[in-house]
């Protein structure tokens, strides 16, 4: 037994250290900030609960200089009572339990280097990231492993990448992959794959949408040659 609350409005500001929370159970977010631009700038781990957003006083977690890492991971859900809101540079956001979903609302730009479901089971929980920047499902090259649900095909978890807003792009360089839920990509100009860029489901549909929440008339979809949608029986 052991759980962290930070009650909204609560900062942490580790100058250019870095931050660490550590508990077997909830954990609850408000106002951490590290200008720190390690790989290792904000880890939060909760080993048995969930990682939980206080509310909106202050954004959960500012980690946004070059290089800067925000390392994310529950069992129950990242981002329950509202998404966890974040002003980051570079995000891996693992959740191992059969439910409890996987929500960012990301300020400006984002890298995102891994999010998955990584339960082996059958799992219910979703991925939703969305951010009023550019979005990057980040490419193995530079160390990306994907945006995955990693159950039996009856796990029902969607998948929601979305960079909102005009001017604003979503590039896939990586797998986003689900089971039986749906995808959907959406970018405030394009969206764009690499020839590494592989986009599949088992039996959910798949959805690309450029020009998303743009005040423009700007929206293009590039698919690579080699890159892949596989919508399987949806």
Not at 173 to 199: E, P, Q
């Amino acid at each position: 037994v052991g759980a962290i609350t930070l009650t909204d409005g609560a900062t942490i500001n580790a100058g250019s250290g870095t931050i660490t929370l550590t508990a077997p159970d909830d954990i609850t977010l408000s106002g951490l900030s590290t200008t720190n631009t390690t790989t290792g700038a904000v880890s939060v781990t909760s080993s048995a609960g969930k990682l939980i957003d206080a509310g909106d006083s202050a954004t959960d977690i500012v980690a946004n200089g070059v290089g800067a890492r925000t390392t994310l991971s529950a069992v129950t859900g990242i981002g329950t009572a509202g998404a966890i809101d974040t002003q980051i540079a570079n995000l891996v956001a693992t959740n191992s339990g059969t439910a409890g979903n996987i929500q960012i609302n990301e300020t400006d730009a984002l890298v995102i280097r891994n999010a998955a479901q990584t339960n082996a089971g059958t799992s219910a929980g979703t991925i939703d990231i969305t951010a009023a920047g550019a979005v990057t499902v980040e490419a193995t090259g530079t160390g990306g492993t994907g945006v995955t649900i990693d159950g039996l095909a009856a796990s029902t978890g969607t998948i929601t990448l979305a960079a909102t807003g005009t001017g604003n792009s979503l590039g896939v360089a990586h797998n986003v992959t689900s089971k039986a839920g749906d995808i959907t990509l959406r970018g405030g100009d394009n969206v764009s794959f690499t020839a590494a860029g592989t986009v599949a489901s088992t039996t959910g549909n798949v959805a690309v949408v450029g020009n998303y929440l743009a005040g423009d008339a700007v929206g293009a979809i590039t698919l690579t040659d080699g890159a892949t949608i596989n919508a399987g029986s949806g």
